[in-house]
């Protein structure tokens, strides 16, 4: 049988093409500049959770921007572990401040192969998460305040903050011996942030001698607080105490105000932002509220990294340094132990001192929780938060 030349070369072609192709390699997805020709980059993973959406998104927004800064610094280096050049990435995911889709996005954090997590932000979803990432033996830094957080047991778990027993203790007496406050009322939100830390303020007032002539509580949705203080106003304190964030304590200014009440506001650190001061506008003026660390001016890294950190995103949130440095020093603890396993770097972040920027030296107790931790006090003052007092700091 004789065969046509032209079908015989044009299959030829094409069986050589096909041959080509499958023998050629996809580009390796992260060979980077500076890395020598033809070296493979190992791709890291670094989860991070928090409020990315609704009332809370300026929260997770800013803290979120500290994290990939630390990332990026890190980056630049050119770093390389265990023999291999590696990129650390990061997977974001909005937990919504709830705890039941804090759980569902740890999971989702875990199966898609992270070495670490930073985050989450609130306690209310940090906690529930805590267990996924212990269960999987990955290491977790979180804002989280709550004692309950690091007190169950978890080797994985660590804060990058003051917790609310540290926190309320400090501003309770503050109330009491430095603002004078006999009679106090307290609200709190519910939350496993605002109750806590409420209640850490409650024991040490009256352990300083002041009285609790009400105690309210709210939740973390509502706006209107006119009958909550109006039942307030009849027993005259001296200070009102707000446990919960800015998206409340922020018209609850506005309402003590309208109504008559003399009492400052006193709240905690998710009060003393800038949105609070928008939100409240002039009736902001006078209100107190604590904020673990040292202010951004007398932190050891603060003035160089508030330039470079402005330069890239503009006005810097209260926790975007510290999810900077929980970044750094989670990998700087790899680089330690030479290894991006968690098994084998958790020991050594465990009981790393870390020269970060917010701290000199940042590390962690037996439980997680942060060491020497200050607080620092705060009043509005002509529209701006000013520095009182800081306290505890080492």
């Known amino acids: 049988m004789t065969v046509n ?15 080509s192709a499958c023998g050629k390699k996809e580009d390796a997805p992260a060979a980077e500049a500076g890395a020598p020709a033809g070296a493979e980059v190992q791709v890291v993973k670094i989860g991070f959770a928090a409020p990315l959406t ?17 990332i990026d610094d890190e980056n630049a280096l050119n770093p390389e572990i265990g023999g ?25 954090l875990v199966d898609s192969g992270v070495a670490g997590v930073i985050g989450h932000f609130n306690s209310g979803t940090s906690i529930p998460a805590s267990k996924v990432y212990s269960d999987a033996g990955i290491p977790q830094i979180a804002m989280a305040t709550a004692p309950a957080y690091t ?19 400090v501003v309770g007496k503050y109330a009491v011996e430095k603002l004078g406050a006999k009679k106090i009322a307290i609200i709190d939100d519910r939350t496993a942030y605002g109750q806590g830390l409420a209640d850490e303020f409650e024991k040490a007032a009256k352990a300083a001698g002041g ?40 018209p609850m200014a506005i309402q003590l105000k309208r109504l008559g009440l003399k009492a400052p506001l006193v709240s905690g650190e998710m009060t003393r ?17 604590s904020l673990a660390g040292l202010p951004m001016e007398q932190m050891p890294g603060g003035k160089d990294f508030e330039t470079r950190y402005k330069a890239k995103y503009q006005e810097m949130e209260i926790y ?5 440095d929980s970044t750094r020093q989670l ?56 520095v009182l007092e800081t306290v505890g700091a080492k």
């Open 211 to 250: 009285e609790i002539v009400k105690r309210e509580f709210t939740n973390d949705k509502a706006t209107d607080f006119a009958s909550i203080l109006t039942a307030i106003k009849g027993s005259n304190p001296d200070i009102i105490f707000y446990g919960g964030a800015d998206a409340q304590s922020g």
């Open 84 to 108: 291999k050049k590696v990129k650390f990435e990061l997977l974001a995911e909005d937990d919504q401040a709830d705890p039941k889709a804090g759980a569902q996005v740890a999971q989702k």
């Open 273 to 289: 932002t800038d949105n609070f001061v928008q939100l409240a506008g002039k009736d902001a003026e006078g209100s107190i509220a």
């Open 331 to 386: 990998i700087n603890a790899m680089k330690k132990a030479n290894s991006v396993d968690p098994k084998v770097y958790l020991p050594v972040l465990a009981k790393e001192s870390y020269a970060g920027v917010t701290a000199a030296a940042i590390a962690f107790d037996d439980k997680g929780d942060l060491k020497d931790g200050g607080i620092t006090i705060y009043k509005v003052v002509g529209g701006k938060w000013t």
């Open 54 to 70: 609704g009332p809370q998104a300026h929260y997770g927004k800013g803290y979120q921007n500290g994290v990939q800064m630390g």
């Open 5 to 19: 030349k032209t079908r015989v070369f044009a299959l030829t072609a094409a069986v050589a093409m096909a041959l």
């Open 320 to 324: 975007t340094p510290y999810g900077y």
């Open 151 to 169: 007190q169950q047991g978890f080797k994985t778990t660590f804060r990058s903050l003051t917790n609310d027993t540290q926190q309320g203790g």
